[in-house]
C-alpha cells in the first residue's frame, strides 16, 4: 500500500498509509510520538496497529461490517499535495467515497476528507464527513490513536476525572475518581463528554506530557490489551502493549446524525509539552 511523507520547517514528519489514510508515523526532532507494531500489517489486508487509524462509519462490534467500520481498511485517495498553511504549518488532504463495497456494508453516499496538519509541536487530524446522498444518515466516528509509551507502568493519563465511564472488562458504569489514571491491566472503558483536553504523562526527559484537544470529539477511548490479550494478537509484539496506550478521541457515545448535502468536521491536536510537571 503506498505511503505518504511530508515534513514541515521546524523539524517534524508525518508518514500516512493510504491503507485508511493511517498515520503510521509522527516524528518531531527525531522523536517518535505514535506507537506502531512491529507486526503491523501494511498491505492493506487488515487494519494497521498503530498510528491512527480512522474509525467510521461505526465505533466496536458491526452487524453491517468489520469492527470499527470501513474507513481503516480501505484504499484512500490522497486528494491534494503538502501545502502551506499559517505559522509554518504543513498540510494534506486523503479522501474516501462510497464505491459498490460500501454500499453493500452500507447502503450511504458520502465523501470522507481527511486532513492531517504539522504544525511547531503539534500534528493536527480533521476528518470531515459529507453527505452526498439524499437522504439522512447516522454514524460513529473515532480517531484511533496509539500513543507512543516509553513504559506503560510509568505513564499517567489526566483530564478524566468525574467523568462517567462504561467499563467493557468489569461491565458497568462508573465515574472516574482519579485525578491521575494509571493503566496496569486489560483497560477498555470509554470516557463519555469529556470536557477539555486529555494529556498522557510521561518522564519529563524522554517522551513528556502529549495534550489532545478535541473538537466535535466528545468521548475518550482508553484500550490497552495488556499481556493476556496482547499475546494472542497477531499484529502485536507480545511485550509491546507495555509501549502503547490508545487514547481514542471519539463520537461514539450518541450516534452523529448527518442530513443531506451537509458537513461536520472532527478534529483532534496532538500537542508535545515536553517540560511540564509529571504526575505520577
Ligand atoms: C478499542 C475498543 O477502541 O479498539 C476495544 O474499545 C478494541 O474494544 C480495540 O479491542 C482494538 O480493536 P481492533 O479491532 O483494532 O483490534
Given at each position: ?76 485517495k490522497q486528494a ?150 496482547a499475546a494472542a ?13 490508545c487514547v481514542e ?32
Amino acid at each position: 500500500m503506498p505511503q505518504v511523507l511530508f515534513k514541515n520547517h521546524s523539524g517534524s514528519e508525518v508518514t500516512v498509509n493510504l491503507c485508511g489514510a493511517t498515520v503510521t508515523s509522527w516524528k518531531h526532532e527525531g522523536e517518535e510520538f505514535l506507537f506502531c507494531s512491529k507486526k503491523a500489517v501494511l498491505d492493506g489486508s487488515k487494519a494497521i496497529r498503530g498510528g491512527i487509524p480512522i474509525v467510521f462509519p461505526n465505533f466496536g462490534p458491526w452487524e453491517l461490517g468489520p469492527q470499527h467500520g470501513f474507513a481503516r481498511i480501505k484504499e484512500w485517495k490522497q486528494a491534494s499535495d503538502p501545502r502551506d498553511g499559517e505559522n509554518g504549518a504543513v498540510s494534506m488532504d486523503f479522501s474516501l467515497e462510497d464505491d459498490d463495497q460500501t454500499r453493500q456494508m452500507w447502503d450511504k453516499k458520502f465523501r470522507l476528507v481527511y486532513t492531517v496538519t504539522l504544525m511547531q509541536n503539534t500534528l493536527e487530524t480533521a476528518l470531515t464527513v459529507h453527505n452526498t446522498g439524499g437522504e439522512e444518515f447516522d454514524f460513529t466516528t473515532l480517531l484511533h490513536t496509539y500513543v507512543r509509551v516509553e513504559d506503560i507502568m510509568t505513564t499517567t493519563i489526566t483530564g478524566l476525572q468525574n467523568c462517567t465511564y462504561t467499563d467493557k472488562v468489569h461491565v458497568g458504569e462508573h465515574v472516574e475518581e482519579r485525578e491521575a489514571v494509571v493503566i496496569d491491566e486489560n483497560y477498555d472503558r470509554i470516557y463519555q463528554a469529556v470536557d477539555g483536553a486529555v494529556n498522557v504523562n510521561q518522564d519529563m526527559q524522554t517522551l513528556g506530557t502529549l495534550r489532545i484537544e478535541r473538537d466535535n470529539l466528545p468521548d475518550v477511548v482508553v484500550w490497552n490489551p495488556w499481556q493476556e490479550k496482547a499475546a494472542a494478537m497477531s499484529d502485536l509484539v507480545p511485550m509491546e502493549y507495555l509501549e502503547m496506550v490508545c487514547v481514542e478521541a471519539g463520537a461514539v457515545t450518541s450516534r452523529v446524525v448527518l442530513p443531506p448535502a451537509q458537513q461536520r468536521t472532527f478534529s483532534q491536536k496532538l500537542i508535545i509539552c515536553r517540560g511540564q510537571q509529571v504526575i505520577l
